[in-house]
């Protein structure tokens, strides 16, 4: 259906006269706004800077939310045709990513002098009802009436600088000791050359364990220089694995390191009930990704080790999750347990998990994290998807941690992330007695490899 604007005339509007909009804000809005306004104030942009500020997380410019009285005030009441004269604006409550503004206009007075000006009060509330902008605008309404189709306006889309998270976590390794890892089983090009390149950055110290033939072959192959790095030699990946696990055990290594080997053959020997590396909680793997149409990182759990979780078990992932958001100090996170759909319905268990590990977080048995669900993925990663279902959450739209069902689904999302758009995720696993650095097999030996160890790193270092 075309959508039309069309104003009112000075002769047609009466006092008492209202319109209203309503818009929720969303980081894009922000941005924006700053792109255009040149206001690149930190409280506005800067997540890290904005928690240490009076308000404690990003809050919108003061003026978008005058610019939504603009917006009534030339598409509505009046409509086209109206002149600014004059604007006073009190600004009483900071307004949040999430929150739904509605702008309202009312009609005041109007002049009898023939300049066709009028006076309105002009107010902004949020989804609670609160005042967050009061004030008054006037104007002069149009004379002639207009009435024209609605201009579609294009559609903008925002990058981040590519790999701008994984800077900031080697930033933050910076004056770090690295962290003595043992990697296992490193005979192809891509886990040898990950962790010589991480070695090289100061993040880990490496012992390399696996048949020191094939190490040194790779290393050959490739001109790898080897240094002086320990090598200890095992017959097999199976025999590496073991090894490993040993010496974490007796305190030689800080983390482990995925090599050349499958993930359950690694993970058999960390599992082990008489010699592994486990604690009283379930281990799971968090995949961190840097997506660069998102405003954020965006933390993946579990993709790679709990193939059906159950819901004590689901809770163990969501913790671990939230213990690796804390221990790269980002804060508390917004934790989006993610199903098919956003509505209880027995049919689908994960929705009834998603409902049971929201109110264990309201009782304490989860803690440092803001978690919603189930929410399907569109509401948890979009605002205006969250918006057209009428959903109003402090994480729908703005999740920092998605939770999957399970093992398939997330999964499928992760390759889907790197297979269709080029994004490939650091991982970890937590949960065992030291990190486990775990990235896909698939993933090369640069920037993903690199941003793992420092994981692991951050990770070893908050636990001590």
Aim: charged share 20%; hydrophobic share 40%; net charge negative.
């Amino acid at each position: 259906m075309t959508e039309f604007i069309e104003n009112k005339l000075f002769d047609e509007i009466e006092i008492g006269d209202s319109a209203s909009v309503k818009h929720f804000l969303t980081i894009k809005d922000i941005q924006l706004f700053a792109i255009m306004s040149g206001d690149v104030n930190p409280a506005h942009l800067d997540e890290e800077y904005a928690k240490s500020d009076m308000f404690h997380e990003i809050i919108g410019h003061g003026m978008w939310s005058g610019s939504l009285i603009s917006t009534v005030l030339g598409t509505q009441l009046p409509g086209p045709g109206t002149i600014y004269l004059d604007q006073s604006l009190k600004f009483v409550r900071p307004v949040k990513v999430g929150d739904r503004i509605t702008a309202t206009v009312t009609v005041k007075s109007k002049a009898n002098d023939g300049k066709n000006e009028l006076l309105l009060d002009c107010v902004c509330c949020n989804q609670e009802g609160k005042q967050v902008v009061c004030g008054e605008a006037r104007v002069i309404a149009p004379t002639k009436k207009v009435k024209r189709q609605k201009v579609s306006l294009p559609e903008i889309e925002f990058k981040n600088e590519e790999g701008q998270f994984y800077h900031e976590l080697m930033a933050q390794c910076r004056d770090l000791t690295p962290v003595t890892t043992a990697v296992v089983h490193p005979v192809d090009a891509a886990s040898l050359g990950g962790a010589l390149e991480a070695a090289a950055e100061g993040i880990i110290s490496p012992i390399l364990i696996g048949p020191e033939h094939k190490i040194r072959a790779v290393a050959q192959e490739q001109g790898f220089d080897l240094g002086n790095y320990s090598i200890i030699n095992t017959q097999h990946s199976h025999e590496a694995a073991s090894v490993s696990v040993e010496l974490a055990n007796k305190g030689e290594v800080e983390a482990l390191m995925k090599g050349k080997l499958h993930t359950d053959e690694l993970m058999s020997a960390v599992v082990n009930k008489v010699s592994g590396l486990q604690t009283g909680r379930r281990m799971s793997h968090v995949f961190a990704l840097d997506v660069p149409t998102y405003p954020k990182p965006l933390f993946l759990t579990d993709a790679a080790i709990n193939i059906r979780p159950n819901l004590s078990t689901k809770r163990d992932i969501v913790q671990n999750a939230i213990d690796l958001f804390q221990a790269l100090n980002r804060g508390t996170p917004k934790v989006a347990i993610v199903s098919a759909v956003e509505t209880v319905n027995e049919a689908i268990p994960s929705t009834l998990d998603a409902t049971a590990l929201c109110k264990m977080a309201e009782r304490g048995q989860i803690n440092g994290g803001l978690l919603d669900g189930p929410l399907g993925l569109d509401n948890a990663i979009s605002i205006e998807a969250a918006q057209a279902k009428g959903i109003v959450s402090q994480v729908a739209g703005q999740a920092d941690i998605i939770v999957a069902p399970d093992l398939e689904s997330g999964n499928m999302l992760y390759k889907q992330f790197g297979y269709l758009f080029g994004i490939e995720g650091a991982g970890i696993v937590l949960g065992a007695k030291v990190p486990i650095i775990l990235t896909s097999r698939a993933a090369g030996r640069g920037a993903t490899r690199i941003a793992s160890c420092a994981l692991g790193l951050l990770c070893a270092r908050s636990n001590r």
